[in-house]
């Protein structure tokens, strides 16, 4: 059975930082490339960043660059999204997913998804 279990979220104040986990099981890890997504209020989910899947290539949305960090660890079928400088802009729910290919990827074609957690960034 595949799962994609996020975790991290919570509220943080304007400048804060959080360090989001999606732990992987069901599936080979290392042979899947990872994303973050994340959907705010009355608005589409949209793409955060992505891993390939040794961790050599990634890719972020340009709003998140600089402050935004994905990572893997493949031993742990563990991928992260360290926040830094958070804005109120971030608000959102965070989804990971999980794409049967060595590359990242931007759109929204993973083959599997996480149920969310909630991260709120208050002024």
């Known amino acids: 059975q595949v799962q994609l279990v996020e975790s991290g979220g919570g509220l943080v104040q304007t400048g804060g930082s959080l360090r989001l986990s999606c732990a992987a099981s069901?599936?080979?890890?290392?042979?899947?490339?990872m994303g973050w997504f994340r959907q705010a209020p009355g608005k589409e989910r949209e793409f955060v960043a992505s891993i390939n899947w040794d961790g050599g290539s990634i890719i972020y949305v340009d709003s998140v660059k600089g402050r935004f960090t994905i990572s893997r660890d493949n031993a742990k079928n563990t991928v992260y999204l360290q926040m830094n400088s958070l804005k109120a802009e971030d608000t959102a729910v965070y989804y990971c997913?999980?794409?049967?290919?060595?590359?990242?990827?931007?759109?929204?074609?993973?083959?599997?998804w996480g149920q969310g957690t909630q991260v709120t960034v208050s002024s």
């Open positions: 997913a999980a794409r049967r290919s060595i590359y990242y990827f931007t759109g929204a074609g993973y083959d599997y």
């Open positions: 069901g599936f080979t890890f290392s042979g899947y490339s």
